[in-house]
Structure formats: structure tokens, C-alpha cells
């Protein structure tokens, strides 16, 4: 049984950094790349930042390249999100998951999804 546990959401003011975290279960995912996609109230479930298990290599939306870094430990079989200079349009529900088929900018390339982390950023 597959699962992946995400911790490290909460409510911050503008400016501030939180990091996720993305523990992955049941089996071993270093063959495999794993994406963060966030979705806010009434919008589409977005992509946010993939990276592969096997050489690191990265890629960010657009809004977010700079501010966010996406890395992994294999060993420990977790993924992590770091966000800086986080604004209130990153408020939204982020999710984690491994992609298994398809453009990994696409949320239905992705076959294992975490519980979601909300994270709410003020001004």
C-alpha cells in the first residue's frame, strides 16, 4: 500500500518561509519523479515544482522559480518543498505526489497524492 504523508503547512504573514516535507511509504520511489501541485478555492489543482528521484534534476512554475526549492533524500525516501518570500497568492492547499505517466506538468500524469497541506499567507 502506497502512501505519502506531507506535514509542514500553516498560516504565515507575507515575507516568511515554511517547508514541506513528503514521506513516502510502500514502496521505493527512486525511479520516479515526484511533483508538488497546490490548488486555491475554486481554481484548478496547479503544478508547482517537480523533481526526478534519480538525478535531482528540477523545474518550477514560473511563479514560483526563485522563491521556492524543491529537493529530495532519497534515503529516507521524502521529498521536500522549501518556500520563501512566500506571498498571499501562494495560499492554497499544496499537495505531493509521484508521477507515473505523462507531462509532468499535468496533475493526471500523477498517480500517488498526499493528504494536502493547507498553507495560508497573509499580508
Known amino acids: 500500500h502506497v502512501q505519502l504523508v506531507e506535514s509542514g503547512g500553516g498560516l504565515v504573514q507575507a515575507g516568511e518561509s515554511l517547508t514541506f516535507s513528503c514521506a513516502a511509504s510502500?514502496?521505493?520511489?527512486?525511479?520516479?519523479?515526484m511533483g508538488w501541485f497546490r490548488q486555491a478555492p475554486g481554481k484548478e489543482r496547479d503544478f508547482v515544482a517537480a523533481?526526478?528521484?534519480?538525478?535531482?534534476?528540477?523545474d518550477y512554475a514560473d511563479s514560483v522559480k526563485g522563491r521556492f526549492t524543491i529537493s529530495r533524500d532519497n534515503a529516507k525516501n521524502t521529498g521536500y518543498l522549501q518556500m520563501n518570500s512566500l506571498k498571499p497568492e501562494d495560499t492554497a492547499v499544496y499537495y505531493c505526489?509521484?508521477?507515473?505517466?505523462?507531462?509532468?506538468?499535468?496533475?493526471?500524469?500523477?498517480?500517488?497524492w498526499g493528504q494536502g497541506t493547507q498553507v495560508t499567507v497573509s499580508s
Open positions: 505526489a509521484v508521477h507515473i505517466l505523462g507531462s509532468v506538468y499535468m496533475a493526471a500524469s500523477y498517480g500517488y
Open positions: 510502500g514502496r521505493s520511489f527512486s525511479h520516479y519523479t
Open positions: 523533481i526526478t528521484w534519480s538525478t535531482g534534476s528540477s
